[in-house]
């Protein structure tokens, strides 16, 4: 081995230690790693950057901008509304709700779609008298299987793509992944069906807010003449308080949410609370205040303040801090009143913990906590605890005509992918459905820079020889099976990075890997291209292997191990379907 294969393993390395751990974003991980291997001479500028000319990021983009049209004008809310009039069986209420995910899932962004049927399939199981852990995983699973069917159901496929057009061969076309996406999904979603039955009914996030977890909500009167009436909010200490949160003001039925610092009190204003029961009696005790009434959370005035869960993703600037040190109520308007974690309620002050990816936190704020924050990369979902469905909008039809054009010009080869997703989001911004702004925002900045930065990583592979090195030991030890083993390894050895770094990553790590080994074994490339694409998909064994997985962990109370349980035997079905049938419909030589 030449130093820069040696200097590459171990930046690579690196790389991956950081992502498993979640030391740092994977957008700053992987572009780190392409600097690196830059400034050292590995690569060249144009080896490093050429991600950035290649349409896989400018396409994933443009389908973004997509997705939020669909999730802005609730486009499939009548799919979603249709979905969940199942009955009362397990198997039943599943089927109607997988198969049509996995369909949507195969023209649209999986997060979107899980985005709006999280909270409505929790809502529905609880009416039901069902357990949301027995849906809530196969929702997520489902999202994924779709995406294995159809050119832009992942952004991993896109990359794929991109990679063949880089390597001179042929992009995939809309549909070529079907003949293998299609009978995996099929096959997964009849595993689901059997197995989703058997998940263990686990207690989600959202029931800390019955059962006896008493969290209060308390009313107190600002005495006339008191040491108070005069004082701003900020100079009557009332800004920071431990454990409990202002939410609001009330003067004469003129209500003040939220409540600024600068806003001067005045006598029989009434001041509204919330937080942990054993600190309301610090505001019971408080100088120049009163006590109007107190009441349990189950009560409070929803007209105004509403709960939500909220889901932190790898991206959120929220992981790694305190709720203290993220000044979390000033910046938010909201007070969190109980933290998730793996399936249990963190016992400790809420202020002092530590967040980590895929905490969900318990929220009070203004009914339009939502709207602000749902598309920030602050949190990875929002979505509003109880209520009533919203309706589809009257624009829904109009982005259902541009998404079905979009797929019909990439379909019959009209358009090339990129300039039919290019053409629709320009399309969804001059008719008024979403603002420049909202389509800016729309784009998820870290996927584009993961996919960009990610070519990076391949050209330093290849230019360092450290593909060829891998292809050779891989035909080494599983060359004497013949190509089957060789296609073997090659989805075995996406599917353990997979579960540890970002499937777009994996993919690019494992593609000129996958070249390499083709070309020592005399073989077809685009076999290997393609179980590459199905392999990097199957995210189903951890928590953290994929982002809908993460949205679902916490909502449905699930356990770590819960994935592996039931995403164990759906490995095993993309790795044998996918070594079975790819040199069926795409022959070796």
Not at 49 to 60: D, E, K, L, M, R
Not at 235 to 262: C, K, M, N, S
Not at 520 to 543: E, N, Q, W, Y
Request: glycine share 10%.
């Amino acid at each position: 081995m030449t130093w820069e294969s040696w200097f590459t393993l171990i930046v690579i390395g690196c790389m991956v230690i950081t992502l498993a751990r979640d030391v740092a974003p994977p957008a700053v991980a992987v572009m780190g790693t392409v600097v690196v291997l830059l400034v050292a001479g590995v690569v060249t500028p144009i080896q490093a950057f050429g991600g950035f000319s290649n349409p896989a990021p400018i396409t994933v983009a443009a389908l973004y901008v997509l997705s939020r049209a669909v999730q802005k004008t609730r486009a499939l809310q009548p799919f979603v509304t249709t979905t969940l009039g199942a009955g009362t069986s397990h198997r039943w209420a599943l089927a109607r709700l997988l198969a049509p995910t996995a369909v949507a899932s195969a023209f649209l962004n999986n997060t979107p779609i899980v985005a709006m049927l999280l909270p409505q399939v929790t809502n529905w199981a609880e009416r039901n008298g069902h357990s949301p852990s027995r849906y809530l995983m196969p929702l997520s699973f489902a999202a994924i299987f779709g995406g294995m069917i159809t050119l832009i159901g992942s952004s991993t496929n896109l990359v794929v793509s991109g990679l063949l057009t880089e390597h001179g061969a042929m992009p995939l076309s809309m549909f070529e992944l079907a003949p293998i996406g299609l009978p995996v999904a099929l096959l997964g979603i009849g595993s689901l069906l059997v197995l989703g039955p058997r998940l263990p009914e686990r207690r989600p996030a959202r029931a800390d807010l019955s059962d006896g977890y008493r969290e209060f909500v308390v009313r107190m009167i600002v005495l006339r003449g008191g040491s108070l009436d005069g004082q701003t909010v900020k100079d009557a200490h009332l800004r920071h308080l431990q454990g409990v949160f202002l939410v609001e003001l009330d003067r004469a039925r003129d209500v003040i949410a939220p409540v600024a610092p600068d806003t001067i009190l005045r006598g029989d204003d009434v001041l509204t609370f919330v937080g942990r029961a054993d600190m309301v009696v610090d505001i019971q005790n408080a100088a120049g205040l009163v006590s109007s009434e107190q009441q349990h959370v189950a009560e409070f005035d929803t007209t105004r303040h509403t709960f939500f869960e909220a889901v932190l993703g790898p991206t959120s600037p929220l992981v790694g801090q305190t709720l203290k040190e993220a000044s979390f109520r000033s910046r938010y308007q909201a007070a969190v009143v109980a933290i998730h974690r793996a399936g249990r309620r963190v016992h400790a002050k809420i202020g002092g913990v530590q967040l980590k990816v895929g905490d969900t936190l318990l929220i009070l704020s203004d009914s339009d906590f939502g709207d602000r924050w749902r598309e920030s990369s602050v949190f990875l979902l929002v979505s509003r605890i109880g209520g009533v469905p919203p309706a589809a909008t009257k624009k829904a039809p109009v982005v259902g005509i541009v998404v079905g054009g979009v797929v019909l010009c990439a379909s019959v080869g009209a358009l090339p992918v990129l300039q039919a997703s290019l053409l629709g989001a320009f399309a969804l911004v001059i008719s008024g459905i979403l603002t420049p702004a909202e389509a800016r925002n729309a784009v998820d900045l870290d996927v584009v820079l993961v996919i960009a930065g990610a070519f990076g990583l391949g050209a330093a592979l290849q230019a360092s020889g450290l593909a060829e090195l891998a292809a050779a030991f891989l035909v080494a030890g599983l060359g004497g099976w013949g190509a089957k083993g060789a296609l073997f390894g090659i989805v075995l050895t996406t599917v353990a990075l997979i579960s540890i770094i970002t499937n777009n990553a994996a993919a690019v790590l494992v593609f000129p890997i996958a070249m390499s080994t083709a070309a020592d074994l005399g073989l077809d490339p685009r076999p290997f291209a393609i179980a590459v694409a199905i392999a990097a998909s199957a995210s189903f064994l951890t928590p953290i292997a994929y982002q809908t997985n993460i949205m679902v962990y916490g909502p449905g109370g699930y356990r770590f191990t819960d994935y592996t349980r039931l995403g164990f035997p759906l490995t095993i079905i993309v790795v044998a379907v996918t070594v079975m049938l790819v040199p069926t419909f795409w022959p070796f030589r």
